[in-house]
């Protein structure tokens, strides 16, 4: 009597035996081990370059989201109806009693033309005291040359290295300031234009920053722009600048009369939007190299079935069930898929963790300036590498090469033993 084929114990060490035996390159079966090893490859380039990229993005969205905020305030406060902001002292004192308010700083704002006998470069003067602005550690912690103290007793400004470059000026230098602003005479208002000593020269990291931004002490701001005791606004940080919304609310309620309130997400909305739907495209563009590589893996299965058929109408004669048949192929394309985004995801981790080491000898190697900061406004490539990002790519890779193998396996299931050794 005929005795039915019984299932072994599922993953049994046999099935693992003949699995990795098949990965092994044979002369015969070169083909397939060459398919074997582009689906390894794919996976691993698919993970790869998907963690690369979204925690550059990631990176740079942070970067910019925190030289942004670390120099503006997370809340505007304008005063409206054409009066001037003269009593900033009371308003300031009585926002700064709102729970969650970490500062409020008085600004006195204004374009300016930064000259020299050989050069004029456009600049935007901000008129701070010094304990603000040694407060914005954007500014106070990253000052290269000079320094900001005594900044209030002095007649002087602080300007970033990039300015300072293109005016060929350092600490101690004088630089003229020419602003339309000025005195109003008989035949209207002129420009003023008086010269200034650089106190100090800071480097925020930020380009744009960098190339324009010019502190001048706050009482001097108001004489150069003709503000009397007046500011042009007040800056108000908050302890979370994702929840601002709640203390923006409760300043609207605080009574202040003739106060006009913004927050950072009004001001930079469209910028932060196109951001987060460039980088979800990029997720979306990138996630097919998997989807190849899981397809590379079918492919390869497939035709490694087609090969094996003799081998698996020999087993199934010996007693080997359906179930185990199809183990040993799903464990084969498993692997494949399994190491390859094992070993991507470590490469990609190592690589964000080195990124702008390798950016530089790259630049270095090839003689040219890759991702220069007056186009992507940071003068260093940021990655930050997301845990959640990071495992959403490795699970995805991991089902997709999982899914991958079960139909070649389901097939070489399914592959009748008498068909199989009917030639042999």
């Known amino acids: 009597m005929a005795t039915l084929a019984t299932d072994t114990k599922p993953f049994a060490p046999f099935e693992w035996m003949l699995a990795l035996r098949y990965l092994r390159a044979r002369r015969k079966e070169g083909f397939i081990s060459v398919l074997a090893g582009f689906s390894f490859l794919g996976i691993l380039l698919g993970v790869f370059t998907l963690i690369t990229v979204m925690a550059v993005m990631n990176g740079f969205r942070k970067e910019l989201f925190s030289k942004i905020l670390g120099l503006n305030g997370h809340i505007i406060v304008h005063k409206v109806g054409g009066d001037d902001f003269d009593n900033y002292d009371e308003a300031g004192r009585r926002l700064a009693t709102i729970p969650g308010v970490k500062q409020v700083l008085p600004l006195v704002e204004g374009q300016a033309m930064a000259s020299m006998p050989h050069l004029a470069v456009a600049g935007f003067v901000r008129g701070m005291r010094e304990d603000d602005l040694k407060s914005i550690r954007l500014v106070g912690g990253n000052v290269r040359f000079g320094s900001l103290d005594g900044f209030d007793r002095q007649d002087g400004i602080a300007i970033g290295t990039r300015l300072a470059n293109a005016l060929r000026v350092n600490a101690g ?37 960098d190339r324009t931004m010019i502190f001048m002490p706050l009482a001097e701001a108001q004489r150069f722009f003709n503000k009397g005791e007046a500011v042009d606004v007040l800056e108000v940080f908050v302890a979370d600048p994702e929840e ?22 009004q001001r930079n909305e469209s910028f932060f939007t196109v951001l987060e739907v460039e ?112 495992t959403l790519i490795v699970v995805m890779a991991l089902v997709l090469s999982v899914l991958a193998t079960l139909y070649p396996s389901w097939r070489a299931s399914r592959l009748d033993p008498v068909e199989a050794l009917r030639y042999e």
């Open 279 to 390: 980088r979800n495209m990029m997720f979306i563009i990138l996630s097919v190299i998997v989807v190849v590589a899981a397809f590379n893996i079918i492919s390869g299965l497939i035709m490694l079935v087609k090969d094996k058929g003799r081998e698996i109408g020999i087993l199934r004669t010996m007693g080997a069930s359906q179930g185990a048949i199809m183990r040993v192929f799903l464990i084969t394309g498993a692997s494949i898929g399994v190491v390859g985004t094992l070993v991507g995801a470590l490469l990609g981790v190592l690589f964000c963790w080195r990124i702008d080491e390798i950016r530089q000898f790259v630049a270095w190697l090839t003689n040219t300036q890759l991702f220069p900061p007056d186009v992507y406004y940071l003068t260093k490539l940021p990655a930050d590498i997301n845990a959640r990002t990071t």
């Open 173 to 209: 230098d004088s630089v003229t300031l020419i602003t339309p602003r000025g005195p109003t005479t008989p035949f209207g208002t002129a420009p003023r234009v008086k010269p200034y000593k650089v106190t100090a020269v800071f480097e925020m990291g930020m380009s744009e920053y």
């Open 244 to 265: 601002v919304g709640e203390q923006m609310a409760a300043m609207k309620s605080a009574g202040i009369p003739g106060l006009h309130y913004s927050d950072w997400r």
